[in-house]
């Protein structure tokens, strides 16, 4: 019955999330999703650490896939508004990060930011991001391949006697949740990859279609449009990606620990 309601819970936040994809919402209101977002990741990586057996995290596929859904509704919000506004986007979050790393160095720094930045994402999706997705993929396989061969050795072994219906049943029980658990977290695996795929998208529309959008309807020199959006870009690529580094990071732990 706790399952039933878990999984209604989820089901009802995932309805109001898609509802969010398609409601514009204000700067503060964006912040404070970003904030949510980073605290959902931590948290389901601080269940990881502290859960002995990977099957006892029966939900984090389900948590996982929810997670990267609100997500990316934080992901698609953040876009929406910087498009709009531009130069005068005023979301706290993005802007702290892109100052932090690019800095008030002129061009010189924001070029410094932007470069470091996109290093840091490719090291995110090419080591921690796929290595995460290839890790579930190889223990989902094993997972469904040794299936038969336990189950065959436990039925050998409740012939023999050495073990009772019961714990037969049990055992076989347990195997049945372990190989669907890897099943399921392949599938939110290939989920997170796929919405880190569109992150890199969302970034190239946020630089490309701002600059466009800036000189071509605005007016605005391309120089400023090129600096406004590269600066912003830089924030906007840090804060989407470190929520997906930690779920991906909590799904590659599950798999090695067990």
Excluded at 51 to 63: E, M, V
Excluded at 148 to 171: F, H, L, N, T, V
Aim: proline content about 2%; overall charge neutral; glycine content about 8%.
């Amino acid at each position: 019955m706790a399952d039933y309601k878990k999984l209604s819970f989820l089901f009802i936040g995932t309805m109001l999330i898609c509802a969010m994809i398609l409601i514009p919402f204000p700067a503060i209101v964006v912040d404070i999703m970003i904030a949510i977002n980073f605290i959902v990741a931590i948290l389901i990586l601080l269940n990881v650490f502290y859960t002995k057996k990977a099957t006892d995290l029966s939900l984090l596929p389900t948590i996982a896939l929810v997670s990267m859904v609100f997500a990316l509704s934080v992901n698609l919000s953040s876009a929406r508004l910087i498009l709009t506004k531009g130069a005068e986007f005023d979301g706290w979050a993005i802007r702290s990060v892109s100052s932090l790393f690019a800095g008030s160095g002129g061009t010189a720094g924001l070029i410094a930011g932007f470069i470091g930045s996109i290093a840091i994402i490719s090291f995110l999706v090419l080591v921690i991001t796929k290595g995460s997705t290839r890790i579930s993929e190889v223990a989902a396989r094993f997972a469904l391949d040794s299936l038969p061969g336990k189950q065959m050795a436990i039925d050998a072994e409740y012939s023999g006697g050495k073990i009772s219906g019961e714990e037969c049943k049990a055992r076989k029980y347990d195997l049945l949740r372990e190989s669907d658990f890897y099943s399921a977290l392949d599938g939110s695996s290939k989920f997170i990859l796929g919405n880190v795929k569109f992150i890199l998208f969302l970034i190239v529309v946020v630089i490309g279609g701002g600059i466009a959008i800036d000189t071509l309807l605005s007016g605005e020199e391309i120089i400023d449009a090129v600096k406004t959006y590269l600066f912003l870009s830089v924030g906007y690529g840090l804060i989407s990606f470190f929520p997906v580094f930690l779920v991906s990071v909590a799904a590659g732990i599950t798999v090695t620990r067990a």
